[in-house]
C-alpha cells in the first residue's frame, strides 16, 4: 500500500514558476507521475518516471516541466516554468509498484487527493 500527498500549488501569474512535491509513504512506488485535470476535462497525463531516473513528458509541457524523484526520501517533484493559462488544473500524483510506466490513468493504483494550480493571464 501507499499513500501520497500532494503540496505546492497556489495561484501564479503566467510566466511564473512553482514546485509541486508529493510524498509517498508506506511501499516506496518505483513508478509516479504527474496528471492534471482541468475543469469539464478529462484527467490528462503530465510526466512520468521510473524506476527514479528515466522520465517522459507530454508535449504540452515539454521543456518547460521537469520530474524528478527522490527516492530515499520518497518525495517525487514536479518543476513548472514559464507557466501558461492552460495549465490551470488540479495535478493529481500518482504511482504503482513496477518498473515500466503508462500515460493511462487507469494503469496506476494509487492517487494523492491533489493540489490546484491556477495561472493568471
Known amino acids: 500500500q501507499v499513500q501520497l500527498v500532494e503540496s505546492g500549488g497556489g495561484v501564479v501569474q503566467a510566466g511564473g514558476s512553482l514546485r509541486l512535491s508529493c510524498v509517498a509513504s508506506?511501499?516506496?512506488?518505483?513508478?509516479v507521475a504527474w496528471f492534471r485535470r482541468a475543469p469539464g476535462n478529462d484527467r490528462e497525463f503530465v510526466a512520468a518516471?521510473?524506476?527514479?531516473?528515466?522520465?517522459y513528458y507530454a508535449e504540452s509541457v515539454k521543456g518547460r516541466f521537469t520530474i524528478w524523484y527522490d527516492y530515499p526520501r520518497k518525495t517525487i517533484y514536479l518543476q513548472m516554468n514559464s507557466l501558461e493559462p492552460e495549465d490551470t488544473a488540479l495535478y493529481y500524483c500518482?504511482?504503482?509498484?513496477?518498473?515500466?510506466?503508462?500515460?493511462?490513468?487507469?494503469?496506476?493504483?494509487?492517487w494523492g487527493q491533489g493540489t490546484q494550480v491556477t495561472v493568471s493571464s
Open positions: 500518482a504511482a504503482r509498484e513496477s518498473t515500466t510506466w503508462s500515460t493511462n490513468p487507469a494503469w496506476y493504483y494509487y
Open positions: 508506506g511501499d516506496t512506488p518505483n513508478s
Open positions: 518516471t521510473w524506476p527514479v531516473t528515466s522520465t
